[in-house]
C-alpha cells in the first residue's frame, strides 16, 4: 500500500514496529510520513528555516533513538510532534535564550481583546501570520506557539519552560500586544508599500 | 493536548483567538531540502556504527592483549622452568678426561666466551626454538670451587664437560663448556628425552661470533679435523652477553660426521647464538601497554574558502573546562624502539559563531521609521567525536631509564562526521613501580597531538585545526632500569 510508502507497512502499528526493529525501510517511510509537517512545526518555533532544520534534525534523531520506548504505536502522531516541541523548547533553552536581546516591551500600555486581535487577523494569511510570529521575542514566540496553537495551558507552559505560571501568563499577555502592534504596523506598512 | 485553560477568568477569552491560529497552522508543511534528509541518516548510521565499531575495536584490543599476556606469562614460566631445572641439576664426574684431551684438539683461544649467561634453546618437536636472552642467572654452572678454578677436574686434570642429570631421572645430558678441550663421554643412551638443560654455548660479543663463524668455516673445509668443537673460553668480565645464531647455512656445510658428534646432539641442535637485536637489552623487548589519556582540545579556527557568510563572534570554551574534554584509550606493542598501537575514544569540536547571512529585512523603529536589518542566525555546535585509529611511534629511555620520551603520528577516523584527522604525537614520561604488581610498572606523563588535517564545522562554515594536549597514564610490563 501506498500509506507509507510501502506495502510492508499497512498500519501506523506496523511501521512504528519496523522502526523499533531498526529496519531502515521503515524509518525512511516513518521520515516521510511526518517530515513535512514536523519541520512546518519547528519553523514557527525557530529564528530562522536553518534553526529550524537543526530543531527538526535533532528532534528526528531523538525520535528514533526512542521510538523503542514507545508503547502505544497508534499515538506515534501525537508522540512525534510531542518530541519535537520539547526538543524546540530545550533548543530555546540551550542556545536561544542565553542570545536574547532582552528588549523591553513595557512602553507598550495597549490592552486590545481578543476580538481586536481576531479582526485584525482576519485579512492575514498563513504566510504573514508567520511572518509575525516569527517577528516576535524568541521568548513570546515560545508562548505563543504553545499557549494558542498546541492548545497549552499556562501551568503547563509554565511547567515546560520552568518559569511561574504567572510570568508565562504575562508573557503571552504581553506577547498578544506586541503582535496587535506588529499588526499594526504591518497594516500601514503593507498600505504603504501598495499606494 | 491540553485543554483550554479554564482559570479564574470563567471562559477562556482566547479560546476563538486559539482556534483562528490553530486552524491557520493546522496544515502547515515544509518540505524538508534532502540535504536535511541525508543528515538525518548519516547521523543514524554513525549512531549505530560505533557500536559495530567499538566491538570490533575491543576485540582486537582483547586479542592483543591476551596475545601479550600468554607471550609474558610463557615467558615468565620458561624463565621459571630454566631456573627450577638449574636448581636440580647435578654436576657429576667427567669421564674419560685425559684420554680424551689427547685425542681432541683444542679450539683457539680467541673463541672465548663467558658462561655467566647463557642463551638456552630449547628442543621442540624437532625445531630448534630460540630463547631469548635470560640475562640474570646462569642456567648451569660449576659450583663454586669449580668456579674459582675456572674448570672442572677428575684426577687432576681440567676438563671441558660435565655431565648432568636433573634429579627427574632424566637420561644423562653431555654439557660443554666451551674453551676447554673436547672430551669424550660415554655412549649417549637411551632416547632424545626432553632436553632438561639443553647444550649451549656463549659468545660475549660480536668478535666472537664471526670468529665462532670463521671458525666452524674452517672446519668444514678441512676435512681432516673431524672432531672441531665449538667453543670458547670463560668470559673475563661480566660485560652483557652477546648471543648470536650461527647460520645454517653455515653449519649445514659442515660434514656430517662433524656435524653430528659421536654420541651427541648435531651441531645445529647444540649451537645457536642470536646476535639479532643484541646491540642492548632495552631493544629487546617486545611489550604491551595499555594506556588511559584525559585529554582537553584546543582549536585554531579560520572561515571556509566557499563560505558565503560572513561570521562573527567566534567564541571558544575556556581553556580545559569540561566543553573541551575527551578521552583516548590506546593499547599496543612494542617492537625495539618502536610502539604501535590501535586507539579509541572521544574528542572535542566546537563552534560558536553567528552567521550573518546575505539577507535583509525591513524593520520599523519606533519612530515609526523602517531600517534594513541584516538576518543572522547564532550557530552553537559542541559535539563529541568518537574517533577510533592508531599510531605508530618511536620513543627512548632518558634519565637512565626512569623517563620516556616519545615522538610518532597518528590517524583518528570519525565515524560520526566521516572525518580523518591525522596528527602529530609526542610525549613524556614518568615511569613508575605500580605497587600492586611486581611484574607491571605505570607510566605517568604528558601527551600532546598536532592535527596535521584538519576538520570541518557541522555547517562546513569553519575550518578547525585541533591541538590536543592530555595526560597519559600507562600500564605495561615492567622494563629493566637502563643503564
Known amino acids: 500500500m501506498a500509506l507509507f510508502g510501502h506495502k510492508s507497512y499497512r498500519t501506523l502499528t506496523e511501521l512504528v514496529v519496523g ?16 517530515q513535512a509537517r514536523m519541520l512546518g512545526v519547528c519553523v514557527r518555533y525557530a529564528r530562522t528555516v536553518a534553526e529550524a532544520e537543526d530543531i527538526f534534525q535533532e528532534a528526528f534523531v ?10 502505544k504505536p497508534e499515538s506515534a502522531d501525537s508522540w512525534v510532534k510531542a518530541v519535537v516541541v520539547r526538543t524546540a523548547i530545550n533548543y530555546y533553552h540551550r ?7 532582552l528588549t523591553s516591551y513595557e512602553a507598550l500600555s495597549e490592552s486590545p481583546s481578543s476580538d481586536d486581535h481576531l479582526k485584525l487577523l482576519a485579512g492575514y494569511d498563513q504566510e504573514a501570520i508567520l511572518g509575525l510570529l516569527a517577528r516576535l521575542p524568541d521568548a513570546y514566540r515560545l508562548v505563543v506557539n504553545l499557549y494558542l496553537i498546541e492548545g497549552y495551558t499556562h501551568a503547563e507552559i509554565a511547567q515546560l519552560i520552568n518559569v511561574p505560571e504567572a510570568t508565562a501568563r504575562s508573557r503571552f499577555s504581553r506577547a498578544r500586544q506586541l503582535l496587535l502592534t506588529l499588526i499594526n504596523h504591518h497594516g500601514l506598512q503593507r498600505h504603504e508599500f501598495l499606494g | 493536548m491540553a485543554s483550554n485553560d479554564m482559570n479564574s477568568w470563567g471562559e477562556d477569552p482566547d479560546e476563538l483567538l486559539r482556534q483562528r491560529w490553530q486552524q491557520t497552522f493546522a496544515e502547515f508543511e515544509v518540505q524538508s531540502r534532502p540535504s536535511v534528509r541525508r543528515r538525518i541518516f548519516g547521523q543514524l548510521t554513525a549512531q549505530n556504527q560505533p557500536k559495530s565499531t567499538t566491538w570490533l575495536v575491543g576485540i582486537v584490543l582483547l586479542l592483543l592483549f591476551s596475545f601479550v599476556l600468554v607471550y609474558t606469562i610463557r615467558r615468565s614460566d620458561r624463565s621459571a622452568s630454566v631456573q627450577s631445572s638449574s636448581a636440580n641439576v647435578q654436576l657429576t664426574s667427567p669421564t674419560h ?5 689427547a685425542r681432541r684438539p683444542t679450539i683457539p683461544a680467541k673463541h672465548a666466551t663467558s658462561l655467566d649467561k647463557f642463551e638456552t634453546v630449547p628442543r621442540v618437536n624437532g625445531i630448534l626454538a630460540e630463547q631469548r636472552l635470560m640475562n640474570h642467572q646462569p642456567i648451569i654452572s660449576n659450583t663454586e670451587s669449580d668456579v674459582a678454578k675456572g674448570q672442572s677436574k677428575r684426577h687432576g686434570t681440567p676438563t671441558n664437560r660435565f655431565r648432568l642429570r636433573a634429579k627427574s631421572n632424566l637420561p644423562l645430558t653431555d654439557f660443554y663448556r666451551p674453551g676447554r678441550p673436547f672430551v669424550e663421554s660415554a655412549p649417549f643412551s637411551g632416547t632424545r628425552s626432553p632436553i632438561t638443560l639443553p647444550p649451549v654455548v656463549g659468545i660475549s660479543n660480536r668478535q666472537g661470533v664471526a670468529d665462532l663463524v670463521e671458525h666452524v668455516d674452517k672446519a668444514a673445509s678441512d676435512s681432516t679435523v673431524e672432531n672441531h668443537v665449538l667453543s670458547s673460553r670463560p668470559a673475563t668480565s661480566f660485560s652483557p652477553l652477546i648471543f648470536a645464531q650461527l647460520q645454517v647455512r653455515a653449519l649445514s656445510a659442515l660434514p656430517s660426521s662433524i656435524r653430528t658428534l659421536p654420541n651427541r646432539l648435531p651441531v645445529e641442535e647444540l649451537v645457536i647464538l642470536s646476535a639479532a637485536g643484541a646491540e642492548h637489552p632495552s631493544r629487546q623487548y617486545n611489550q604491551w601497554f595499555v594506556e588511559a589519556v584525559p585529554l582537553s582540545s584546543f582549536q585554531w579556527m579560520s572561515t571556509s574558502s566557499t563560505s558565503t557568510a560572513y561570521l562573527t563572534q567566534v567564541n571558544a570554551p575556556a581553556a580545559f573546562s569540561p566543553a573541551t574534554w575527551g578521552y583516548q584509550i590506546n593499547g599496543g606493542v612494542r617492537w625495539q624502539h618502536w610502539q604501535a598501537y590501535l586507539s579509541i575514544g572521544q574528542l572535542r569540536r566546537w563552534a560558536y559563531y553567528t552567521v550573518n547571512e546575505n539577507r535583509y529585512r525591513m524593520e520599523s523603529t519606533p519612530s515609526n521609521s523602517y531600517q534594513m536589518v541584516r538576518e543572522k542566525h547564532v550557530v552553537a555546535e559542541n559535539v563529541a ?9 618511536q620513543y627512548r629511555l632518558l634519565g637512565q631509564g626512569r623517563y ?59 575550518i578547525i585545526h585541533p591541538i590536543v594536549v592530555g595526560i597519559s597514564i600507562r600500564v605495561q610490563p615492567r622494563l629493566p632500569q637502563r643503564k
Open chain 1, 19 to 34: 522502526c523499533q526493529q531498526g529496519q531502515p525501510r521503515a524509518q525512511r517511510a516513518f521520515y516521510e510520513r511526518y
Open chain 1, 62 to 71: 531523538k525520535v528514533f533513538a526512542h521510538i523503542e520506548e514507545l508503547d
Open chain 1, 95 to 101: 542556545v536561544t535564550r542565553p542570545q536574547e536581546n
Open chain 2, 97 to 101: 678426561t685425559e684420554r680424551a684431551t
Open chain 2, 385 to 393: 567525536l568518537s574517533m577510533i585509529g592508531g599510531g605508530i611511534s
Open chain 2, 404 to 462: 620516556m620520551v616519545e615522538l610518532g603520528s597518528q590517524v583518528l577516523y570519525s565515524p560520526t562526521s566521516g572525518q580523518t584527522l591525522a596528527s602529530l604525537r609526542g610525549g613524556v614520561g614518568r615511569r613508575l613501580p605500580l605497587p600492586v604488581s611486581q611484574l607491571f610498572e605505570l607510566q605517568t606523563g604528558l601527551m600532546a597531538e598536532y592535527g596535521l588535517t584538519r576538520l570541518m564545522s557541522e555547517q562546513q562554515q569553519l
